[in-house]
């Protein structure tokens, strides 16, 4: 079965290679807002719309424009594919996926290009990455791509580093797992309670780093705009941030490939994420949990492991019932209340157990 996989790497280009890099950034911007604006404009004053084919043939003009010709020192397969992405923007918007596409800058969170593989113009060649018009670049491999290489996908984060991600096709080749069940109720003091009992404390990365986060945007806001200072400033805000995320990352990879290998079925909620960070009392502490990510890790690395993912109704009343006799308590719909005796078998729960307990019979569909 073929599957396809990603694979990153930290780049290390040299000074003309980070040149190259950060022009064909700007060109692909260039090139999504022109079109962006011209498609916009072709909509409002003369009711046409174009696609993406059409879009490439007025690029290939475009490029040959005196007032152009600087878009032909960038990658030309990355200026394709910057307009396919805007397309794809497009077709997420008319079909409710997404807001009407917005025009790119260069101050953007994500910089970010991709480029096609075309006669093996994208391959490893020992400790280097040989990438269209960048050449060999530099780069610390850490694990060889088994498959064909179909693209790859060229990043710069704000703190100026540089990353490439290789999208490969390749067989799948399923890891094994020991071979348990277990349901998975998510929280905010403790990150996951399963049904075997084990608690996982939650990290609370955001809080661990917010006094330096803070201190550090302190100091941004008092930089005057267009200062050097404030352009250093705001790398070290940018490191802090980079911290955080880097943190968090690692917690999620490390219990969601722990899990995936040790269970044969896990049993999940369906949250509504979205929906629950509309409270602005927890807002900032459900966002710094990321269950979205860690259910969404879950599910890939479940299937490279054979691991079957089950998630469970989201109006499920998982801490209100009673995992013994399947009486529905309605005093536990209080956060407040962490342990309860079941009026009518007379058991004793911990709430997020006995809600983790739920969560797996009906996973196993047995409740």
Not at 56 to 85: F, G, I, V
Not at 196 to 225: A, F, M
Not at 296 to 306: A, C, H, N
Request: with cysteine; net charge positive.
């Amino acid at each position: 079965m073929k599957i396809t996989k990603g694979y990153k790497y930290r780049i290390y280009p040299n000074a003309v290679q980070t040149e190259q890099i950060s022009r064909t950034l700007g060109c692909c911007r260039y090139v999504y807002n022109h079109f962006l604006a011209a498609r916009s404009d072709a909509w409002k004053f003369r009711k046409e719309s174009f696609s993406y084919v059409q879009s490439a043939r007025r690029l290939t003009s475009l490029k040959s424009d005196p007032e152009h010709l600087w878009l032909a020192s960038a990658d030309s397969m990355a200026l394709q594919e910057s307009l396919r992405n805007l397309d794809r923007a497009f077709q997420n918007f008319f079909e409710k996926r997404g807001r009407y596409p917005r025009f790119k800058n260069k101050h953007n969170h994500h910089q970010s290009y991709r480029t096609r593989n075309q006669s093996n113009n994208i391959r490893i060649e020992g400790d280097r990455i040989v990438l269209p018009k960048l050449g060999a670049v530099k780069a610390k491999i850490s694990r060889l791509p088994s498959g064909r290489i179909l693209n790859a996908t060229v990043s710069k984060t704000p703190t100026g580093k540089c990353f490439v991600s290789l999208c490969v096709e390749e067989e799948l080749v399923t890891k094994p797992n020991a071979g348990g069940v277990t349901g998975i109720d998510v929280g905010l003091s403790e990150f996951y309670t399963d049904s075997n009992g084990s608690i996982v404390d939650n990290p609370r990365t955001l809080r661990k780093y917010e006094r330096k986060l803070r201190r550090e945007q302190r100091r941004l806001s008092r930089k005057q705009n267009g200062s050097a200072n404030r352009a250093k400033q705001r790398i070290k805000v940018a490191v802090v941030h980079e911290k955080i995320y880097n943190v968090r990352t690692d917690f999620l990879h490390k219990e969601s490939t722990r899990l995936v290998s040790e269970n044969q079925v896990i049993a999940i909620e369906s949250l509504n994420v979205k929906g629950m960070v509309r409270n602005h009392h927890l807002a900032k502490t459900i966002s710094d949990v990321s269950w979205g990510r860690f259910f969404s890790m879950l599910e890939y690395k479940g299937f490279e492991y054979g691991c079957e993912i089950r998630r469970i109704d989201t109006f499920y009343p998982s801490s209100q019932t009673c995992s013994c006799c399947g009486f529905k308590n309605p005093i536990v719909k209080k956060l407040s209340v962490r342990e309860w005796v079941c009026p009518q078998c007379g058991a004793h729960h911990d709430r997020d157990a006995n809600a983790a307990m739920n969560i797996l019979n009906r996973g196993l569909g047995s409740a």
